[in-house]
């Protein structure tokens, strides 16, 4: 339990759980496009609310563990694979050969920042 309490794990967990906010506050009104764009800026808004109560503390936390271009690196690829989970089972999308080797390429890159 100590490890999933650690400035290694949480700030990733806590990212996990903030791109699944964020994630719906950005793509989950596009399965309702037939409702006012206001209601749908408004919907986003304060889902996006509940993002920031985890991002903010994931950020804040994982700074005692990683500098500030890994936290962006571990939540850029963790919004990669938020939204492939999303959009296929959520928006019913198909993950094409070329989504795959974009998001290889950013792991990729990834990789080289994490080893910095």
Do not use: C
């Not at 991002?55 to 962006?72: F, H, M």
């Amino acid at each position: 339990m100590r490890l999933l309490t650690s400035a290694y794990v949480t700030p990733i967990l806590l990212l996990l759980a903030s791109n699944v906010f964020m994630t719906f506050a950005w793509y989950g009104h596009l399965k309702f496009t037939d409702k006012p764009l206001w209601l749908a800026v408004l919907a986003s808004w304060g889902i996006a609310f509940f993002e920031y109560w985890l991002a903010v503390p994931a950020n804040r936390i994982g700074y005692a563990a990683y500098s500030p271009a890994e936290l962006k690196t571990i939540q850029e690829v963790v919004t990669f694979s938020v939204f492939i989970v999303f959009s296929i089972f959520y928006l019913k999308q198909p993950v094409t050969l070329q989504h795959v080797a974009g998001f290889t390429l950013i792991g990729a890159g990834a990789a080289l920042v994490a080893r910095a």
